[in-house]
């Protein structure tokens, strides 16, 4: 008697995964985030959040290294995505390898190497004496964090515009040139409107992430600075699930205003390509 299983079976793996570690820790954060410590319903956990001067301070500090971090992923991953597409097919996968490499190193190994060489008496900064060049204070400063986040998140925004990029139809820029348009109006008028579903993808997939990012800011920045995931992260240790919580929302509300403007873009990009 042969059995017949829905293709919908397939997916029952994930969707118990899902439930599990995605969909019950959000529930949780939600209970937690209206709930007062006496179990009554409040909004007292998200208007506090957003009331105290810390927390909004390092709200404000994870949204500039964020901005910061992602606008120089997409300066340095643009430019090397193009050079990419211009390599023959060997030398091009063994680049874009040297760029993935760093994804399967070690998380905490990779950013305490980082640190090794931004400390005060780092490398760079040992390189920069025996040359009779001022050492640099980078470590447990802002630049260190933005440095590590740049470094950590390249690949995602590389990624995704390599590949829309790899995509467009040569014969559009083809016919671009033959109808007179230098390399600059064809890179602008073709090749940049077409990669924009890549850009906004990378955008995204760096963004959001390096908001809430705590780790990279703990080691890079020696614990002298505070951005929201850290605070998120001490609330919690602390035993402080409802203020944690509270904050965790009000976090989600920028994640999910971000999510839906990129999408908004996407879908209007994705659009005009069709």
Not at 17 to 40: C, E, H, K, R, S
Not at 43 to 53: G, P, S, T, W
Not at 77 to 99: D, E, G, I, Q, S
Not at 217 to 241: P, S
């Amino acid at each position: 008697m042969k059995i017949k299983l829905s293709k919908k079976w397939l997916a029952s793996p994930y969707i118990i995964w899902m439930v599990g570690f995605i969909v019950l820790p959000l529930i949780t954060i939600f209970i937690y985030g209206f709930t007062a410590v006496d179990g009554g319903f409040t909004f007292e956990n998200i208007i506090n959040a957003a009331k105290d001067k810390v927390n909004m301070k390092a709200l404000g500090l994870s949204l500039i290294i964020s901005a910061i971090s992602t606008v120089i992923c997409f300066l340095l991953a643009y430019p090397l995505a193009m050079c990419l597409n211009n390599l023959k097919m060997k030398r091009k996968t063994f680049v874009a390898f040297l760029f993935i490499l760093p994804m399967w190193l070690n998380f905490t190994l990779q950013m305490t190497a980082i640190n090794a060489l931004l400390e005060q008496e780092g490398i760079i900064n040992l390189v920069l004496t025996k040359l009779g060049i001022e050492p640099l204070q980078i470590a447990n400063t802002p630049t260190a964090i933005v440095i590590g986040m740049v470094i950590d998140y390249f690949p995602f925004m590389l990624l995704p515009i390599y590949n829309v990029i790899s995509r467009i139809d040569h014969r559009l820029i083809e016919a671009s040139k033959d109808l007179g348009a230098n390399s600059v109006k064809t890179f602008f008028k073709i090749i940049f409107p077409l990669s924009l579903p890549g850009v906004i993808s990378g955008i995204t997939m760096v963004f959001i992430p390096a908001i809430s990012d705590f780790a990279i800011a703990e080691i890079l920045g020696g614990g002298r600075l505070l951005l929201i995931g850290n605070i998120i992260e001490q609330d919690f240790k602390l035993g402080r699930y409802n203020g944690g919580s509270g904050l965790a929302l009000i976090l989600m509300a920028f994640v999910l205003i971000t999510m839906a403007v990129t999408s908004a873009k996407s879908d209007k990009e994705g659009g005009h390509m069709l």
